[in-house]
């Protein structure tokens, strides 16, 4: 009995589909390739139009003022000069730049810890406890945003006034709490909702109390929202310029950004190179301020914690 061989499947039509699978996938690879480089050419040149203007800030403020106003545009300083600097720190005929600095950094830094405080305690108390007139609570913080700032000067400046605390550090500090406290309550209130309640449940399980579950378990978990919300107050707060014209209008009490605008001659000749040497050194406690907690801001809040 001789044993039937089955004919041989032929390979053409496998082989055909091998080969436009491998063109499909160098053709899908090609376009990822493309797409990638276009994307990066895209990304280079967003970062260069973002960054140029401070790269001008800080090449005008080492030119002197009269290669500022020569009608050649210089990329580089060719008469590099750190006398704006000096003008700045230094000049007798004008307001110190130092005392400027502090009443800055000393409301700012109030402003921050105290905003912190008292908007991690509200977040707290709107994600955690269920109360009455809860959501009303978090409407008007929503609504409180949306006023300008610009249209509450009268009523600011009376009640300040009232309280005789104009040209005040502690009277610009309470407007200043007043102005950042909504967003930061809400900043906060995303943050505190991303940690879930299940880890303190099972650290009070674990025997620790209410509040031990809270500081040992939750808020380490909390420090990147508390730093990122820390740095908008602090931008906020530093580069503030209506309130603190209003409010602080003297010499020895003036903030920053309205020391700044004493540069500015309506009927002369402005001296720019000091303008930008100022806002370079205006800059530099932000920039500072950034690089120091850039690492917990960029650090993820709870990967990882709730495994199930």
Partial sequence: MSATVAPARPVVGSAAEGASSRSARRTGGGRRRVMTWVLSAVSILLFLFFVFPVYWMVNTSFQPNNEIRGSDVNFWPEEFTLRNYATVLFDPGRTPFLPAAGNSLVITILTVIIALVFAFLAAIAVTRFRFRSRRAFIIAI??????????????????????????????????????????????????VNGVPAELEEAAMIDGCSRAGAFWRVTFP?????????????????????????????????????????????ANGTTNWAAIMAGSTLMAIPVIVFFLLVQGRMTSGLVSGAVKG
Wanted: hydrophobic fraction near 60%; charged fraction near 10%.
């Fill in 142 to 191: 929503l609504v409180i945003q949306m006023i300008p700032g610009e249209a509450m000067i009268v009523s600011v400046f009376r009640v300040i006034d009232g309280w005789h605390l104009l040209n005040t550090i502690i009277g610009l500090t309470l407007v200043y709490i007043a102005t950042v406290l909504p967003f930061t309550i809400w900043t906060l209130r995303g943050f």
């Fill in 221 to 265: 978990l909390l420090a990147p929202g508390l730093i990122a919300t820390g740095v908008f107050g602090f931008i906020q707060a530093w580069n503030e310029f209506i309130m603190a014209l209003v409010l602080n209008a003297r010499p020895e009490m003036m903030t920053l950004p309205v020391w700044l605008r004493t540069y500015l001659v």
